[in-house]
């Protein structure tokens, strides 16, 4: 009985391991592992990404800067918070005046 279960445990960690050698394999060939191995290309990967995310920094800045400047120009009726945002917005209009 004993011999027959212990069988049984050398058949299911054989196919185990042959699953797990599968995933090795897999793993290998995988880009994340060839780009470590150039370190040119991993250079170069970190720079396109260091690009993307500085555009993309700009990009969301640029857009929470103008929805902020929208919602305080909607606000402008009041009475204390107004009075400095018509400040802010005329100053805005000066210094970048609008094409005719």
């Known amino acids: ?16 391991v042959k699953a797990l ?19 040119g290309r991993m250079m170069w ?3 396109l990404k260091g690009l993307m995310v500085g555009f993309g920094s700009v990009i969301g800045a640029t857009v929470l800067v103008a929805l902020f400047i929208y919602i305080l120009g909607q606000i402008s009726f009041v009475p204390v918070v107004g009075e400095f945002i018509e400040k802010v917005i005329q100053e805005v209009q000066i210094n970048n005046p609008q094409p005719k």
Do not use: Y
């Open 1 to 16: 009985m004993a011999d027959k279960e212990l069988v049984k445990l050398e058949i299911q960690l054989s196919k185990e």
């Open 45 to 47: 990967m970190g720079l």
């Open 21 to 39: 050698t599968k995933e090795i394999e897999k793993l290998k060939g995988m880009e994340l592992i060839q780009v470590l191995k150039h370190p």
